[in-house]
């Protein structure tokens, strides 16, 4: 059965206490797995797309990679303003369906 | 400034009414989505449309309808028939093929809280 897992469900850091946030996936095939940001109320804002295995993408103090099996989204030196909830999703092939994580809540103290 | 609105953003039903979200985007977008988002639960495809006047269920379609009559607009109805209808609805698009190139990213609008008194 497809589907996308992501752990820990929250996460509280120290201000810049650098920590990772990991989407582990099962689906037949891969088209692209893809991260984004939701704060409270609001829609998903969309972070990266990563595609095969090795990718890396970065913007600001986030990195995301991807395994075969695994994405992981790395936050460094995280500020209290990147606090809200991490969502991991999966377009599977064939079908092309969307496969969307729990989340992870990630709280920042300053 | 491009982009997708979603209005109300907050809308209570009384049971047995029907209500319609709105969706709208002047992104030139092909493809919209609806979703579902309840607290502890990913997000769940109500409907997607890949282009006009056409769209499919997706995982919990029963109890929705929606239409595709414009490129810009893809309007959620939530009927009576929908058991446990309040949650947090969001509509998204993604461009699909352009210039060769599948693009699969989807970007969301703000969302409608919907409340069933």
């Known amino acids: 059965e497809d589907q996308v897992t992501q752990s820990p469900e929250a996460l509280r850091l120290q201000e810049g206490e650098s920590s990772s946030l990991n989407c582990s996936y099962t689906?037949?095939?891969?088209?692209?797995l893809f991260w984004y940001r939701q704060d409270p109320g609001k829609g998903p804002e969309f972070l990266f797309t990563l595609y095969s295995a090795g990718e890396e993408k970065e913007k600001e103090r986030l990195k995301a990679t991807l395994t075969k099996k695994e994405s992981f989204l790395h936050i460094t030196a995280p500020k209290p303003e990147d606090s809200a909830t991490y969502l991991c999703a999966v377009q599977a092939v064939p079908g092309n369906q969307f496969y969307f994580g729990t989340g992870t809540s990630l709280t920042v103290i300053p | 400034d491009g982009g997708i609105t979603q209005s109300p953003k907050y809308l209570f039903r009384k049971e047995g009414q029907n209500v319609t979200l709105s969706c709208e985007q002047n992104?030139?977008?092909?493809?919209m989505y609806w979703y579902r988002q309840d607290p502890g639960q990913g997000l769940r495809l109500i409907y997607y449309?890949?282009?006009?006047?056409?769209?499919q269920k997706g995982d919990i379609a029963e109890g929705y309808s929606v239409s595709r009559e414009k490129k810009e607009s893809f309007p959620l109805t939530v009927t009576s028939a929908q058991k446990n209808p309040t949650a947090f609805y969001l509509c998204?698009?993604?461009?699909?093929?352009?210039?060769?190139?599948?693009?699969?990213?989807?970007?969301f609008g703000p969302g409608t809280r919907l409340t069933v008194l």
């Open positions: 689906v037949s095939g891969l088209r692209g």
């Open positions: 449309s890949q282009i006009v006047n056409d769209f």
């Open positions: 998204a698009s993604s461009k699909g093929l352009a210039g060769g190139r599948l693009y699969n990213e989807q970007f």
């Open positions: 992104l030139n977008h092909d493809a």
